[in-house]
């Protein structure tokens, strides 16, 4: 099972962009997905969640300014990210708890990474 993160860049104080993260593989069932970030120098922090019914939650920094989203048919979570300000530059990772055989617990699987930078 792979996480495949993609959409990350370049962009000016006041921009947007938009993440996709799709899960890749074999496996039974996806459970929750989310976004978490990491910028230079400090920990992974989480950034926001969606559970398989479609409830989110939204760390204070991203609330009014990130959206995340899912389609259970694709097997994708997006972020989609407006207002960006310099202090959202990190490198975003996509997460998510996947059963991969129905006889199998829930495992964390982790994206490779997405670099979003966004200038002043």
């Known amino acids: 099972v792979q996480l495949q993160a993609s959409g990350g860049g370049l962009v000016q104080a006041g921009g947007s962009l938009r993440l996709s993260c799709a899960a890749a593989?074999?496996?039974?069932?996806?459970?929750?997905m989310g976004w978490y970030r990491q910028a230079p120098g400090n920990g992974r922090e989480l950034v926001a969640t969606?559970?398989?019914?479609?409830?989110?939650s939204y760390a204070d920094s991203g609330k009014g300014r990130f959206t995340i989203s899912r389609d259970n048919a694709k097997n994708t979570v997006y972020l989609q990210m407006g207002n960006l300000k310099p202090e959202d530059t990190a490198v975003y990772y996509c997460?998510?708890?996947?059963?991969?055989?129905?006889?199998?617990?829930?495992?964390?699987?982790w994206g490779q990474g997405t670099q979003v930078t966004v200038s002043s």
């Open positions: 997460n998510a708890q996947i059963r991969r055989t129905v006889s199998r617990l829930w495992s964390n699987y």
């Open positions: 593989g074999s496996f039974f069932s996806i459970n929750d």
């Open positions: 969606v559970t398989n019914g479609g409830v989110t």
